[in-house]
Structures are given as structure tokens and as C-alpha cells.
């Protein structure tokens, strides 16, 4: 039996007053991403035909966030609850299929828990995802008959004392055959405590039809919270975050502190990496055999080859490292950067844009920006490229086995020749040839009697 076509609706035209913000709830972000973007990278991981979202207060806002992603758009320009909402949705989906509904402040489902519960609806069933609560206030519970087949969803605001003692709730998570959704939802009714079609009804409307009614649970309890101030957010936060923790952990990778570390994108780890408290990783983040992060340091897609030690508090952004090199303290590692192997950059030393060859250094308050600079060159303290000339930047070439003395002004474009040296203080505005000694010298004079001005 082929498979069903699966087709997508995310809910996300939500307001979200409790956040107390001028940002729509599902643009907020967590680890570096937003609740939607988490929601729709899930989804996507089930290769769906049609992936539609819902959206109204802030509905711009959110369309230009993802206006570079393939989407179909459905408003709702009205909050008339859930069945409301997918009702919007409905002239976007194509007529056959399963329909699977999930919603864009529920960042942490994971995918493999909505493979299954598609699964459970292959055949055209309803496949519900519930939970188990020891404290389920606030939850619609699941209401099932005497021989424990499911029968509806009752609102907790809508259920009797006896009603609210079942502890199985519902998630608002379901996948749902499209053949039958335009009849289900067009019976909807609004005659209930908030007022609202509640998508939840078609549960008992499939049970009257005679629909096989699947549920599924969760992996984990953590999946299926919901964002609705940034309290919740926070605690989802720490909740990811965790888990990110937990898997570096189990991968062999050494955490000082697994409380104190934010991944906020994909982090790759070799063997006997070692990283220090306050550490964040954004993107991309490759860290080869052995290396070894500082605390308080920042990298963002960045690959670091094997050996290397990042010395704290510095910043590495769209850069690669090569191996055994030392990095910082308090280095800034800018865009375009390509370090080889055995480089020192030291402290309060920026690198932009460069390429810098194997064994040179950098050691103290340096800025090398836009340039090639080989191999077994010496950089001394405040060395600075004069890349930018008010309007264009210019590059500075630097040859292998250069030596560069203390407070050199180096003004692109510009090439130092190879073995050359260079003199403490100097400016240099023309090429350098290889080999010797090039230094801008000037005469040490003395005024007698001048006076520093004064404050007025």
C-alpha cells in the first residue's frame, strides 16, 4: 500500500499578550532560532508535500522573517480558535493525504515522535499525540469509553468534576486524514465556555463516524511545552540547552559546568575536546581532536582543527583554524579569517578577512585586516593595516619569514617582500623588497619650555 502524501499546518497567528511584546510570540527566538523556525526545521525533516502556516497578529512580521523559505501562507485575521484556524488553511492543502497539526510555540517536538504518530494515521485513522500528567490543569482531557476507545476531547474550562480527574490530555498535536477535515470542521460548533471552534472536536465527529482513533505519547514530557510568556521561554531554554549538554557529554566531550554552556546552532566534536564554563556556539561549529575552549569564548561557524587551544574571552566569527594554533585571550577572529596551522593570535589581536600562514604569530594588540600573510611571519605589538581608505578597502600581502617590529603602519595596498624586516615605528606606504631592513626614520627633537594646554 503506497504511502500517504503527508501535508503540514502550523498554527502561528497567536498574539501572545503574556509575552509582553512588540514581536510576534512565534518570532521570539530559542537557542538562536525562533519557536517557528524550530517548528518548521521538524517538519521538514518529514519531507511533507505542502507545508502551510497559519499566521495573524504580527502576520508580516513573520511572512518577511521566512520570505526565503518555500511556505504557503493561509491569515487568520480573526482568533476564533484552533478549528478556526485550520479552517484558513484548508483552500491551501490539496485533497487527499494526511494532514498533520502543529503549532509554532511548541518548539521542541521532535521528529521522530511525529514520524510515529503519522504512521499511526497511515491508514487513514485519526493519530492523536496525548500525554500522562500527574498535575493536568489546564489540559483538555482525552475522554474515552468503557472498553478505553477513544471518544472526544473535552476543554477543562467544558469538564465536569469527573472529567477533570482524567490525567491523559491532549497535546494539540494530531495528524488527521484530508478527505475527511472539510466535513469535520464545517460541523464544528462555538457553543462552548471561550466561545471558539475548538479543532479538538473533530475527535469525537471521528469517533461518530466510526474513524479508527490512534494515540501516541511522546519520547520525551519536554516535547509538547508550549511558549506563553517569556517565563516558559526561559525555562525551555534551560530545557534545551540541557539536552545539548547531555549529548555532548555522551559523546565523550568534557563540559566544565553542563549548566553553563549555550548551543544555538550544530556543534561537531572530536575526541578529548574540553570546554570551560560560559561558552556559546552559534551555527556551524566544527571542533576538531583535542582542542580546547576557554571559557567565555563565542564561536560562530567556525572550524577549529585538532590541538588548537582557544584561550577565554575571545570571539571567533566565519572563520577557520587550523591545527595546534593558540588562540587568544581576548582575540576577535573576524569573517573571511583562514588561520593555518601553529598560528599564535594573541591578546586584544583582530584578524578580518585575512589569511594567515603556517607558524606565524600575532601576539599582542594587532589588527591585520584584509591581507595574505605567509608563513614564520612575526607581527610585533600595536602592527596595524591601514585597509580602508575612507571609501575602499585595499589589500596588504606579506611575505613568507617576515619580521614586523612593534607599532608598524602598514597602509594597503602595500606588499612586505620575503625575510624582509621592519623597523619599530615605522610607516610604510610603498612596497618593501625582500630581505634587509626598511624603517622610516626621523630626527628626536626637543623644545624646551612648551607647556601641555590647559582646560579652559
Known amino acids: 500500500m503506497p504511502a500517504r502524501p503527508l501535508q503540514v499546518v502550523v498554527l502561528a497567528a497567536g498574539q501572545g499578550k503574556r509575552m509582553r511584546s512588540d514581536l510576534a510570540k512565534v518570532l521570539h527566538p530559542l537557542a538562536g532560532r525562533s519557536l517557528l523556525g524550530h517548528v518548521l526545521h521538524t517538519a521538514r525533516a518529514l519531507d511533507p508535500s505542502q507545508l502551510c502556516v497559519v499566521i495573524g497578529h504580527g502576520a508580516e512580521g513573520v511572512r518577511k522573517a521566512f520570505e526565503s523559505e518555500n511556505l504557503l501562507w493561509a491569515l487568520q485575521e480573526r482568533q476564533l480558535g484552533t478549528g478556526h484556524a485550520v479552517m484558513q488553511a484548508l483552500p491551501k492543502l490539496q485533497g487527499s493525504g494526511t494532514v498533520l497539526i502543529l503549532y509554532g510555540d511548541v518548539p521542541l517536538i521532535e521528529a521522530e515522535t511525529l514520524r510515529v504518530l503519522v504512521e499511526r494515521a497511515a491508514d487513514g485513522a485519526l493519530a492523536l499525540l496525548t500525554q500522562d500528567l500527574e498535575a493536568p490543569r489546564g489540559y483538555g482531557r482525552i475522554v474515552r469509553d468503557a472498553s478505553g476507545k477513544v471518544t ?8 465536569t468534576e469527573a472529567q477533570r480527574s482524567i490525567r491523559e490530555v491532549n497535546t494539540g498535536i494530531l495528524a488527521v486524514p484530508r478527505e475527511r477535515l472539510d466535513a469535520w470542521l464545517a460541523g464544528l460548533r462555538s457553543e462552548n465556555a471561550q466561545g471558539e471552534y475548538y479543532l479538538t472536536d473533530i475527535v469525537g465527529a471521528a469517533a461518530r463516524d466510526g474513524v479508527r482513533i490512534d494515540v501516541h505519547h511522546p519520547r520525551h514530557a519536554a516535547e509538547c511545552l508550549g511558549v506563553n510568556s517569556k517565563v516558559e521561554l526561559a525555562r525551555l531554554e534551560r530545557i534545551f540547552q540541557m539536552d545539548q549538554a547531555a549529548k555532548l557529554l555522551e559523546a565523550g566531550v568534557g563540559l566544565a ?3 553553563r554552556i549555550d548551543v544555538r546552532g550544530d556543534i561537531s566534536c572530536g575526541r578529548d575536546v574540553s570546554i570551560d564554563v560560559n561558552c556559546i556556539f552559534e551555527g556551524q561549529v566544527t571542533l576538531g581532536d583535542g582542542v580546547r575552549v576557554g571559557a567565555n569564548c563565542i564561536l560562530r561557524d567556525v572550524k577549529v582543527g585538532a590541538g588548537t587551544e582557544i584561550k577565554p574571552f575571545s570571539l571567533i566569527e566565519e572563520a577557520e583554524v587550523g591545527a595546534n594554533a593558540r588562540i587568544g585571550p581576548y582575540a576577535r577572529i573576524r569573517p ?5 596551522d601553529d598560528v599564535h593570535i594573541g591578546n586584544f589581536v583582530e584578524v578580518k578577512a585575512s589569511t594567515i600562514g603556517k607558524a606565524s604569530k600575532a601576539n599582542h594588540l594587532a589588527y591585520v585586516g584584509d591581507s595574505s600573510v605567509g608563513s614564520d611571519v612575526n607581527i610585533g605589538a600595536g602592527t596595524i593595516t591601514c585597509n580602508y581608505d575612507g571609501a575602499n578597502k585595499h589589500r596588504t600581502v606579506i611575505e613568507d619569514n617576515v619580521h614586523i617590529g612593534s607599532d608598524v603602519q602598514l597602509v594597503a595596498p602595500v606588499t612586505v617582500g620575503k625575510g624582509a624586516t621592519i623597523g619599530a615605528g615605522a610607516t610604510i606606504v610603498k612596497d618593501v623588497p625582500p ?9 628626536q627633537v626637543t623644545k624646551p619650555g612648551w607647556q601641555r594646554p590647559r582646560k579652559k
Open 152 to 159: 472526544g476531547i473535552v476543554e477543562e474550562k467544558d469538564a
Open 257 to 259: 559546568d553542563p549548566a
Open 336 to 340: 573571511g579569517t583562514r588561520l593555518a
Open 435 to 443: 630581505g634587509g631592513l626598511t624603517l622610516t626614520e626621523a630626527r
